[in-house]
């Protein structure tokens, strides 16, 4: 893939990333974070793809964009949070709980504001362009894929704790989002396979991403413990917690035992 090819892909998802940012401001809508920090995932997926020719140059995720990503993360976990709590019918008890989330949530978008306001992206996708490799070649790719599928069944090896778990979401990710590259954005098919089944392992990043969404809403009904809180309110709070907390390990063991079944290939 030449040089060209790469840059173009750069630009896209650079640029749809300040479409995205420009349209939060005021609505913050839960479509355009979530856009938003997809393209932000392909483009780094992409770039560590990129990092591994011999003449690419320094591609690492320029720090403001990393930091608008982060700040974007906080509002989505929390906006998640609340509308799943509002589903519950505790959330009636939890009213200076919630007030203190609601609160929280405010600051998060003040602070994605000011992240957004500190965005140069034209400068950032210069210095981006200057760092690229003359080509992405087949061997870089078949030596990506090799690293990420050792790295997964090194996991694998010895899988039984939650972080097991969100590091091999990662490499499985980073997988898919440079497949999704080659399909959409060059409309051609990814020209290797460490795998069986292409599905089974996009249905897996799935299920380990609402995994992974679970143990954010803990830790963050978690925060919600405070000496302003009613001893009805803890109660409330405790309740859930351990019933959420029940819920999660049961999900962790499952989940730990399905990562075994993935076919994956040492050698393509």
Not at 170 to 191: A, S, T, V
Request: aromatic share 8%; net charge negative.
């Amino acid at each position: 893939m030449k040089r060209q090819a790469l840059e173009e892909v750069i630009v896209r998802h650079t640029d749809r990333i300040e479409w995205h940012s420009d349209r939060l401001p005021g609505s913050f809508d839960q479509e355009d974070i979530h856009d938003l920090r997809v393209d932000y995932k392909r483009l780094r997926a992409f770039l560590r793809l990129l990092q591994l020719e011999k003449d690419a140059g320094n591609l690492q995720v320029p720090s403001k964009l990393r930091s608008l990503y982060h700040h974007c993360g906080k509002v989505r976990d929390l906006q998640l949070f609340l509308v799943e709590l509002h589903a519950l019918p505790v959330a009636a008890e939890l009213p200076v709980c919630i007030s203190r989330w609601k609160q929280q949530l405010f600051t998060y978008k003040e602070e994605t504001v000011r992240a957004i306001e500190e965005m140069r992206f034209k400068k950032m996708v210069n210095n981006l362009l200057k760092e690229l490799p003359r080509q992405l070649r087949n061997e870089t790719i078949i030596q990506f894929v090799h690293q990420k599928v050792a790295a997964i069944h090194i996991i694998l090896l010895a899988a039984e704790q939650e972080d097991d778990l969100h590091t091999m979401r990662k490499e499985i990710k980073d997988l898919i989002y440079n497949i999704r590259i080659f399909e959409n954005d060059w409309g051609i098919p990814f020209p290797v396979s460490g795998w069986q089944s292409e599905k089974a392992l996009s249905d897996m990043a799935s299920r380990l991403g609402d995994f992974n969404d679970q143990c954010i809403a803990i830790s963050l009904l978690q925060s919600g413990y405070s000496a302003n809180c009613h001893e009805e309110e803890k109660l409330a709070l405790q309740e859930l917690h351990n019933s959420w907390q029940q819920e999660k390990e049961s999900r962790q063991q499952q989940l730990l035992q399905q990562v075994q079944l993935l076919k994956l290939e040492h050698t393509f």
